[in-house]
T-cell receptor
Framework: GQQLNQSPQSMFIQEGEDVSMNCTSS?????WLWYKQDPGEGPVLLIA?????ELTSNGRLTAQFGITRKDSFLNISASIPSDVGIYFC????????????FGKGTKLSVKP | GAVVSQHPSWVICKSGTSVKIECRSL??????MFWYRQFPKQSLMLMAT?????????EQGVEKDKFLINHASLTLSTLTVTSAHPEDSSFYIC????????????FGDGTRLSIL
């Protein structure tokens, strides 16, 4: 079945540093989504990407839909302690929006 | 923005009990709702897809008689874990999707289910 490879699995950074994480797929995806999940809570949508090559920002977050439609990255600039959490990429493939596949997550730790 | 409410947020009960979890879309009509299960330090795994007024579609390996799903209206879906056992303990999360092109899923805050 479809798989998403998300890396890195975890990151330990200093406050103020920039962060980059990415996801790759073995197949073409129609939509890429980036979510953040805090402990004991549901994922919160950060950025949604719908077109190949699309670059979208949300505050200090920037994400891009790869030209090949098989990858996406998320950058966080000038990290702050509240950025701590698990970041998931997710993508839709095929014709049905129900086929949302999640990456395994990147756990971000920020040292003040 | 889109808000999905999930209730309860935390349940502890004895083995053999049936537990109902509600998922509501508060400010939009959700034509489709999804139920996920997440084990510690793992990603979300889709259990079933629920369309309003029709039977849910279950993912392979998910017992439909064990996890009963009802999507009675465009704003409410329920998941009932019947005769729950300790191995059913997990974090259950619902999401909802509205009509229209390019509408991403919005998630509830999850329900922590602990079966003793």
């Amino acid at each position: 079945g479809q798989q998403l490879n998300q890396s890195p699995q975890s990151m330990f950074i200093q406050e103020g540093e920039d962060v980059s994480m990415n996801c790759t797929s073995s197949s073409i995806f129609n939509t890429w989504l980036w979510y953040k999940q805090d402990p004991g809570e549901g994922p919160v949508l950060l950025i949604a990407l719908y077109k190949a090559g699309e670059l979208t920002s949300n505050g200090r977050l920037t994400a891009q839909f790869g030209i090949t439609r098989k990858d996406s990255f998320l950058n966080i600039s000038a990290s702050i302690p509240s950025d701590v959490g698990i970041y998931f990429c997710a993508g839709y493939y095929g014709g049905s929006q129900g086929n949302l596949i999640f990456g395994k997550g990147t756990k971000l730790s920020v040292k003040p | 923005g889109a808000v999905v409410s999930q209730h309860p947020s935390w349940v502890i009960c004895k083995s053999g009990t049936s537990v109902k979890i509600e998922c509501r879309s508060l400010d939009f009509q959700a034509t489709t709702m999804f139920w996920y299960r997440q084990f510690p330090k793992q990603s979300l795994m889709l259990m079933a897809t629920s369309n309003e007024g029709s039977k849910a579609t279950y993912e392979q390996g998910v017992e439909k008689d064990k996890f009963l799903i009802n999507h009675a209206s465009l704003t409410l879906s329920t998941l009932t874990v019947t005769s729950a056992h300790p191995e059913d303990s997990s974090f259950y999360i619902c999401s909802a999707e509205s009509k229209g092109k390019d509408q991403p899923q919005h998630f509830g805050d999850g329900t922590r289910l602990s079966i003793l």
